[in-house]
């Protein structure tokens, strides 16, 4: 695999505005809501801070998680009510739904299955808001996809415990209109198995509708748009791997991400990790791949890499943009607001 200089390449070697959160608290992911930006921070803290988008002051902070906040996210629909909400949910089994005007959680779930709480280390909400999904850890012989109808949040509505046999890491639903289906739930676990399901099937043996067995543990994972718009699937795991899958996830390649790298008199840039995947909007619909992944560096600089083609594995990565000297160490999230200021790219990292 190879690495090309677009011919549009910019680099940045100075942050516009920056933040720090406080006390010894590193970021773990961050989201665009209305007018703040949200990240959730580590232990001990695991809160999660809000920050104004035009100029990084902190506004406020809720108190988050008892425990690690395993993931954080703004969903475009909730409950039937269009309107960026975020959520979240950790390893004390808990979904949150959090309302920013008053800086408390409006919606909670818990994670229940077999009467045990189970630690949840992935969520996501339906696009018309009116299923969550939620994945758990392995606790004994079972991890399980938890599904609750948010009107009547009290219990999960069913449980799914043969999917998969370990730590489930991810959950995406699909939000496309390209499948007569509603509710397709992407999952991915440490079981290297990646999973479509029917999120409104109650009976477990007929939900499931693909299945990749990539025989790695599956890190993240994501939806991308593949060709004439119909869905793919993107998928990274904990050995720095990166693979693409068809809408039946059929593997289109898998490579090291590691791998694409530019060595030349003016630039040098080597991937070490990457830190995750965007959907721009900004990239036309004529092609097949509408995603924008960024990759890290140990010095904690940060590259913008795409690719013009999710079919073919031949064609060469693109180097877009790099952010250098911003971070001096592991970044483990970047979020790209293309509503911001007018319809601007703002990159946000995170340390």
Not at 7 to 28: C, E, N, Q, R, W
Not at 242 to 268: C, K, N
Request: charged share 20%; hydrophobic share 35%.
């Amino acid at each position: 695999m190879s690495l090309s200089e677009s011919p549009h390449f910019t680099t940045t070697s100075k942050p516009i505005k920056s933040a720090s959160l406080p006390g010894d608290a590193y970021v773990l992911s961050l989201a665009a809501i209305q007018s703040c930006y949200a990240a959730s921070s580590s232990a001990p803290s695991n809160t999660i801070h809000f920050y104004d988008k035009s100029n990084l002051r902190p506004v406020s902070q809720v108190a988050g998680h008892d425990e690690a906040i395993t993931t954080m996210r703004a969903v475009p629909n909730f409950a039937g009510v269009s309107k960026e909400t975020l959520v979240s949910c950790g390893k004390d089994g808990l979904v949150k739904v959090w309302d920013e005007r008053t800086g408390s959680a409006s919606v909670q779930m818990q994670g229940l299955a077999a009467g045990r709480k189970r630690a949840l280390l992935s969520c996501d909400v339906s696009a018309n808001g009116m299923t969550v999904a939620a994945g758990t850890d392995l606790q004994g012989d079972d991890a399980s996809l938890l599904y609750w109808d948010p009107r009547n949040p009290a219990a999960p509505l069913r449980v799914h415990s043969y999917t998969h046999s370990d730590d489930i890491t991810a959950v995406h639903f699909l939000r496309s209109s390209s499948t007569p289906l509603r509710n397709v739930l992407l999952s991915v676990s440490t079981d290297g198995l990646i999973s479509t399901s029917n999120a409104d099937e109650a009976d477990e043996d007929e939900a499931g509708l693909h299945v990749g067995n990539w025989g790695c543990s599956v890190a993240q994972a994501g939806w991308v748009r593949g060709r004439s718009g119909s869905p793919g699937v993107w998928a990274s795991s904990d050995m720095e791997t990166f693979s693409a899958w068809s809408g039946e996830l059929d593997m289109v390649y898998d490579v090291d991400i590691r791998q694409p790298s530019i060595h030349g008199q003016d630039l040098t840039w080597v991937t070490d990790y990457l830190i995750g995947c965007h959907n721009s909007s900004a990239i036309p619909p004529s092609r097949d791949n509408d995603l924008c992944v960024f990759a890290g560096s140990n010095e904690g600089d940060i590259a913008l890499v795409t690719r013009p083609t999710l079919s073919d594995a031949s064609v060469p990565w693109t180097l877009e943009r790099l952010w250098t000297n911003a971070h001096v160490g592991v970044v483990r999230s970047a979020l790209w607001d293309e509503e911001s200021v007018g319809g601007a790219c703002s990159y946000v990292p995170a340390e």
